[in-house]
């Protein structure tokens, strides 16, 4: 007997509980050898004042079966509330999001009927981080984290997946013409585990431009792969472009964790009337199966799914006169899909997945050989309102600072002394660049910082400069 693969399940809010019954229904018609629990998550969880949505006995499911199909869910407005899908992807090591985006054309309209391509998002790191602080009162910063090892994990899933699912190309988007540390390290890892996979086309794109692309000649795409941020957006911007959000799965994935769900929202307006599109939830759990070796059932499924589409049998989402042939509620539509397993499609191009498989193994981490680190200054960011920049100088100037010069002083990341602009517009925040020729240690940097602030100037935060194998680790202000 096939030992059934054991997963976690959430009905979720809204529409969720229908999509999910119907989800259901089609897999076991279709023999998909899975065990669910379930667990609650979401409005109710959150209403018994839990922050996150999540109680705690519902993550022993999800640690014992590390395999997570979750329908939509509601996030109370304001409160304080926290986002469920945040906690569980950084709780749970989810590193990699993917969502394919495809056109069903002539079924659902587009202007692109031959988008066929896969995001491939970074999902722990950037500025979804959440590190921010209030610096003085007129300035919030928030700091955007990208690490070498998130950085070359996502870029290398993104390449496995390519080669896994016979893709032929890889773009890699960011910002590095600005950002040109962070986002720079991330292109630089994408080139350099590129050289890895030569029979792979490779390419890079400024995200704005990258953005307009997508959203101009998306089918000029195969794989992307991106950033936190960049990822979330240009996510939405693709799968709008085919026409139809409502037909959007996506998986997050990690080492040895996999949550599958779609890409739409609970859609309270619409729960309960029995009429909701459970195709999104649907495609979401054809990516878990795969994931858990059950290619040929997924394949099953989603050539099942196909038929349904171009057969006209449509929710009154996609219902249109010219082109349906009959408009279904959420059950009917199931009920549709299960007659139709075993069938491929006539006009939509079968899909294949191979059988067995599952969930793609990584090899380890890059050895990154130690560089030299020396501390070679300080940037003390100080709040100040009515302040000249040659003021502040002037103020530095009275402190002793052992070694230490002030360089520049920067307003916004725009130089506003020595030689800034008198059109510069400031705010209350100031940082102050003290650099020195020789090793600086930690100890001297206390010692400054008190000299500073007994000087009267109020100290919002500071950050060491650090070089590494004698290259600056810190960034030019603008103009400098």
Not at 272 to 280: D, E, Q, T, V
Not at 295 to 324: C, F, M, P, Q
Not at 390 to 403: E, F, M, S
Request: some cysteine.
């Amino acid at each position: 007997m096939t030992r059934k693969t054991p997963i976690t399940i959430a009905r979720g809010d809204g529409i969720g509980p229908e999509i999910m019954d119907a989800t259901l229904r089609i897999l076991d018609a279709a023999g998909a050898q899975i065990a669910p629990e379930e667990i609650e998550i979401g409005k109710a969880v959150y209403e018994r004042g839990i922050m996150n949505g999540i109680e705690e006995k519902a993550w022993d499911s999800l640690h014992r079966t590390r395999v997570f199909l979750k329908a939509p869910i509601t996030t109370p407005q304001g409160g304080g509330f926290k986002s469920l899908n945040v906690t569980v992807r950084k709780a749970l090591g989810l590193f990699a999001n993917v969502r394919p985006c495809v056109a069903y054309h002539p079924y659902v309209k587009t202007n692109f009927p031959d988008m066929d391509l896969v995001i491939i998002r970074e999902n722990e790191e950037d500025l979804y981080a959440g590190i921010e602080h209030r610096q003085t009162q007129d300035v919030v910063q928030s700091i955007k984290l990208i690490s070498r090892p998130g950085s070359e994990r996502i870029v290398r899933y993104a390449f496995e997946y390519a080669r896994a699912n016979g893709r032929r190309k890889v773009t890699c988007m960011a910002k590095d013409n600005i950002m040109k540390m962070a986002d720079g390290l991330f292109h630089n890892v994408f080139d350099e585990i590129g050289k890895e996979y030569p029979d792979i086309e490779q390419e890079f794109y400024i995200i704005d431009i990258g953005t307009a692309r997508i959203a101009a000649r998306p089918s000029a795409f195969d794989v992307i792969v991106t950033e936190n941020l960049y990822g979330d957006i240009i996510s939405d911007v693709a799968v709008e472009v085919t026409g139809s959000v409502g037909l959007g799965g996506s998986c997050n994935i990690g080492t040895d964790f996999g949550m599958f769900e779609a890409v739409h929202g609970s859609a309270p307006d619409i729960a309960g009337k029995g009429i909701a599109n459970p195709s999104g939830l649907l495609l979401g759990s054809i990516l878990m199966l795969v994931h858990i070796g059950q290619g040929e059932v997924a394949e099953k499924i989603h050539n099942a799914w196909l038929r349904t589409i171009e057969d006209g049998i449509h929710t009154g989402d996609l219902y249109r006169e010219d082109l349906s042939k009959r408009k279904v509620g959420t059950a009917d539509f199931a009920d549709a899909v299960i007659e139709r397993l075993g069938a491929k499609p006539a006009k939509f191009k079968p899909v294949s997945y191979a059988a067995g498989g599952g969930a793609m193994v990584l090899p380890p981490l890059k050895n990154v050989p130690a560089e030299k680190k020396v501390l070679s200054g300080v940037d003390v960011t100080v709040e100040w309102k009515g302040a000249a920049p040659a003021d502040i100088a002037a103020r530095v100037k009275t402190c002793t600072l052992n070694g230490l010069s002030l360089a520049n002083i920067t307003n916004r990341g725009v130089v506003v002394w020595p030689d800034g602009q008198p059109e510069t517009s400031c705010s209350d925040q100031w940082r102050l660049r003290l650099t020195g020729s020789g090793n600086v240690s930690f100890g001297h940097v206390i010692e400054i910082l008190g000299k500073l602030d007994a000087a009267g100037l109020d100290i919002a935060k500071a950050a060491n400069l650090y070089s590494y194998d004698g290259k600056p680790g810190w960034s030019a202000g603008q103009g400098e």
